[in-house]
């Protein structure tokens, strides 16, 4: 099992920036691939960022790259995300994933543990 808590979410105008934070317990956080979905009223769960544990490497949904940046500190078993250069269309619940599985994914549902979320809401 692993538990996972997000952080971090708010209220920011446009162009503004947020650091979201998920802090993870339980089992050896280093083994499993991370990532960031988010989710609104009107949409399905989405893929935001992912962090994969065997090699270090990160990807992004296209609307976001060069704006958003993954990160993770596995002495301290957190997951990052920082967001700059905010847009009203990144508002949503953000939620940290967990994947057992050996390969990146993008899809919600070969990830096995998620946090509660936490909103993020960008004015405009």
């Known amino acids: 099992q692993v538990q996972l808590v997000e952080s971090g979410g708010g209220v920011v105008q446009a162009g503004g920036s947020l650091r979201l934070s998920c802090a993870a317990s339980?089992?050896?956080?280093?083994?499993?691939?991370m990532a960031w979905f988010r989710q609104t009223p009107v949409k399905e769960r989405d893929f935001v960022a992912g962090?994969?544990?065997?090699?270090?490497?990160?990807h992004y949904v296209d609307s976001v790259k060069g704006r958003f940046t993954i990160s993770r500190d596995n002495a301290k078993n957190t997951l990052y995300l920082q967001m700059n250069s905010l847009k009203p269309e990144d508002t949503a619940v953000y939620y940290c994933?967990?994947?057992?599985?050996?390969?990146?994914?993008?899809?919600?549902?070969?990830?096995?543990?998620w946090g509660q979320g936490t909103q993020v809401t960008v004015s405009s």
């Open positions: 994933a967990a994947s057992g599985r050996s390969y990146r994914s993008t899809s919600g549902s070969e990830y096995d543990y």
């Open positions: 339980g089992r050896t956080f280093s083994r499993y691939n």
């Open positions: 962090f994969d544990y065997n090699g270090g490497t990160t």
